[in-house]
């Protein structure tokens, strides 16, 4: 539970108890969330549940989904503020590839703009401005995609392979010289 004054929300972290990193989370900036004016405490709950019979039109789910749901001691709903909404994390089952933060409205699932970073054991992120349901979806293999681990870009590796050679061509051009002596 958050104390509430005058409908206004302080800044929180909501998380699962995992260890040792949560699978999910939820972090609120003071004023990401408007409570009935009335309120005098909201609580806030992430909670795995059954995934819907709706499968994602991209991919597959990875981990659980969770439900992530908000309520007030008054009459009235919890709403995010639009110009400072939340951000929830999901931690991945394994870092192997990339996945999607998804929301299911209840008809299908629609990605957001998903982003990664260390918070939550390596979790992907998004920025949210609504409660529902939520997961990580792992899209399909592409070509090139890695499967066990992180992939190195081609390019670099044609860098790397470019200077190693330069390298190599200018200790033999060096040594060249020297002979000559």
């Known amino acids: 539970m958050v104390a509430v004054s005058n409908g ?17 989370e939820l972090s609120l900036d003071s004023g990401s969330l408007t409570a009935p004016a009335a309120a005098t405490e909201v609580t806030l709950t992430i909670a795995p549940m059954k995934p819907p019979s709706i499968a994602p039109a991209q991919g597959t789910l990875d981990g659980n989904v969770y439900a992530f749901a908000a309520s007030a001691n008054a009459p009235g709903p919890v709403k995010f ?7 929830l994390s999901l931690r991945p089952t394994n870092v192997d590839r990339a996945r999607v933060v998804e929301r299911f409205d209840g008809t299908k699932w629609t990605p957001l703009q998903t982003q990664y970073g260390s918070s939550c054991g390596g979790a992907a992120t998004a920025t949210v401005t609504q409660f529902g349901t939520y997961a990580l979806v792992l899209p399909p293999a592409t070509a090139g995609s890695s499967t066990s681990g992180s992939s190195v870009p081609l390019g670099i590796i044609g860098v790397v392979a470019l200077l190693i050679g330069l390298g190599i061509a200018l200790v033999a051009l060096l040594g060249s010289r020297r002979a000559r002596r």
Do not use: H, L
């Open 81 to 87: 503020n639009v110009n400072d909404p939340g951000t």
């Open 8 to 24: 206004s929300v302080p800044g929180v972290d909501v998380f699962t108890n995992e260890v040792p990193a949560p699978q999910a």
